[in-house]
């Protein structure tokens, strides 16, 4: 895929090209950007997959990260989504807000963010406790003063093993496999399961001995609740296996087998005799029982023990007790409990170095954070204007034009609400709160419905939320009505199948990326029968819309069965299955993707308007009319 990229989008593709250490200096001076794909059967159903964007070889984590903000898929259900999720209408309407308004409030957030933190870190330094063991003694003395040195060396030596430890474990984990969290049917995660060495590795790789509220003590006895476990489902699979085959013990199947073998000899020697036959089936059986035998005992040794010992860390629950008894001796030491025992080294090295310099930090810290947290707030009430102006525009247009699509005497509205009273002080520790955590990119502190009005309703009832009172039709046209007025709007709601960025809390460059992202617009628009549940001059009115959104930068794509939207279209390319038996034996499916022009294409759209039901002249002169018209309606390129 060959795609010239200009603006917005060649920067924020330059920019994410940048975070992967990836150079790319046809896109940077010509604006081009080569996408390539292969894959490749490795026999069977194994599939083999290589990627790179110019010229530059990249992972296909990466090839979406790069590529998918530029190409949108829009059906109904897309429609439905991006219309109820809060965060992508709010982004809907931040793609005609003032960028030099929205750049300001995400430095303001930026700024706040930093001086929050500040505050809290000084703050957690001060209420580091000091453990019971120092009570009554005195830095300035300098016997004190040598015991505390002596106890800040020692929990210092027990932070670096604990460092070095925590790290052995890590790599001795590295091949344990993520698992995905188990979830009930309700969502709800199954917290009754004992702790697996994929989350126990996971949680080990996070914890930081002064950052984390137990300095990671948690995650040790969590890592030997899963070996233990991990140990005796092993113990348990070589068990079975010793129950089928062992021949040395008595009551295993392997034993009850030769067992009733040997009573089996015993019946009859006699050729003659009528029991001779019925002993040698019984031989036959006894047989078939060793082979399944044999296959259930292959499949517990290589499938489950194997499977197991591929990945069994080389970690002994002993070793975990010994770091597990060091830690708990220390803790008593100091009069605190394990989890405490983090909290006191900070404790004591703060007494040590001189909290006398955080306490004359503080003051000034708190008034930083208020002028941050004004400058904010002051942000987010110019961004709450600007929004309320884009939304009373949109509501306008889109209104004005609702009734072209089949919605007559429907009313569109945008409600933006700044949200009262909001919690600044603790914004960081959840996503339902725009002011705090970014969530999608998005700042401020505002609410936005889209409303749906029918006229015949009274005059003071807006009807309801478009996601709740719209059907999926109607839901879809209105967000083809909402792209056409705010373009790339689209891309700025969600709707492509990415999961946006979120702004990172280090590197200031990463504001940047956002806004990039919030300016940028995809490409590439693919509608997936969006004009269902439409028909006669709706349908036509749909068409029409796509059309012009072709001729303002993007590309159009639309996959549908109506014959007024694919005659608008500058190509029609047909798509049909076709039987191949060398690759429907396979279990693959054969697709045919062919341009159709001329005759064949009146013929494809005679067929989509009238199927059987007109005859086959009367439908090629209606389709020519069709196709006649569209192409007056791209000349035109602008829809009244």
Not at 38 to 63: E, H, M, W, Y
Not at 95 to 123: H, P, S
Request: with cysteine; aromatic share 4%.
């Amino acid at each position: 895929m060959r795609v010239n990229l200009v603006d917005d989008d060649r920067a924020l593709v330059l920019w994410k090209l940048s975070k992967l250490g990836l150079s790319a200096p046809e896109l940077h001076e010509k604006g081009l950007l080569k996408v390539i794909r292969v894959i490749r059967s490795k026999g069977g159903n194994k599939i083999r997959s290589a990627a790179s964007i110019n010229d530059n070889p990249v992972t296909l984590k990466q090839l979406k990260y790069i590529v998918a903000p530029l190409i949108a898929r829009v059906d109904a259900n897309a429609a439905a989504t991006a219309l109820s999720k809060q965060s992508s209408r709010i982004k809907t309407l931040d793609r005609g807000v003032d960028k030099i308004v929205l750049n300001e409030t995400f430095k303001a957030y930026k700024a706040y963010k930093q001086r929050r933190a500040m505050r809290q870190k000084i703050e957690r330094d001060l209420l580091s406790s000091l453990p019971p063991s120092f009570n009554g003694m005195d830095v300035n003395k300098k016997g004190d003063a040598d015991i505390l040195r002596h106890w800040v060396e020692e929990l210092d030596d027990f932070q670096e093993s604990w460092r070095q430890f925590r790290g052995r474990l890590v790599e001795e984990l590295a091949d344990v496999e993520d698992a995905k969290q188990v979830e009930e049917d309700d969502g709800a995660a199954r917290f009754d399961q004992p702790p697996s060495l994929s989350s126990c590795k996971r949680m080990l790789k996070d914890v930081d001995w002064e950052t984390s509220p137990d300095g990671g003590y948690e995650s040790l006895l969590s890592l030997k609740d899963a070996l233990t476990n991990f140990e005796n489902t092993y113990s348990s699979a070589t068990e079975a296996l010793a129950s089928l085959t062992s021949k040395a013990t008595y009551e295993s199947a392997a034993s009850a087998i030769e067992k009733a073998r040997d009573h089996l000899y015993d019946v009859t020697v006699d050729p003659s005799s009528p029991l001779y036959h019925a002993t040698e089936k019984s031989h036959d059986l006894l047989n078939e029982m060793d082979e399944a035998l044999a296959r259930c005992a292959s499949q517990i040794e290589n499938k489950i023990i194997g499977t197991m010992e591929s990945t069994r860390p080389y970690i002994s629950v002993e070793d975990l007790d010994v770091f597990i008894l060091d830690w708990k001796t220390l803790a008593r030491k100091h009069q605190v409990t394990p989890e405490q025992l983090c909290f006191s080294h900070i404790g004591l090295k703060s007494e040590l170095e001189g909290a006398e310099e955080n306490k004359e930090r503080l003051p000034r810290a708190i008034e930083e954070e208020k002028r941050a947290l004004l400058a904010y707030q002051t942000s987010c009430k110019e961004l709450t204007k600007e929004r309320k102006r884009v939304g009373c525009d949109l509501s306008l247009k889109v209104s004005a034009r609702l009734k072209e699509l089949g919605m007559d005497g429907a009313e569109f509205a945008v409600d933006v609400m700044g949200k009262m009273n909001v919690d600044f002080g603790a914004p960081f520790s959840t996503k339902s709160l725009w002011g705090g955590k970014l969530v999608d990119n998005i700042v401020g502190v505002d609410s936005v419905d889209f409303l749906l009005k029918n006229n015949n309703e009274e005059e003071s009832s807006m009807g309801g939320k478009v996601e709740e009172v719209a059907s999926s039709g109607e839901r879809a046209r209105i967000l083809l009505l909402i792209e056409t007025c705010l373009p790339g709007s689209i891309g700025s709601g969600g709707v492509y199948d990415f999961e946006g960025e979120e702004v990172e809390e280090e590197e200031e460059e990463d504001v940047k990326g956002a806004l990039l992202q919030s300016n940028s617009k995809p490409v590439m628009v693919l509608y997936d029968e969006i004009d269902s549940h439409v028909g006669g001059r709706a349908a036509v009115a749909v068409a029409k819309l796509l059309s012009n959104q072709g001729t303002v930068g993007n590309q159009i794509i639309s996959i549908t069965h109506s014959a007024a939207i694919a005659s608008i279209a500058n190509k029609h390319l047909v798509v049909e299955k076709s039987q191949d038996p060398s690759i429907v034996k396979g279990g693959g499916v054969n697709v045919k993707v062919e341009e159709v022009r001329g005759g064949k294409r009146e013929e494809e759209i005679a067929r989509m308007a009238g199927g059987e039901m007109v005859g086959e002249e009367e439908g090629v002169e209606f389709a020519k009319a069709l196709l006649q018209e569209g192409e007056k309606q791209r000349d035109a390129s602008v829809i009244r």
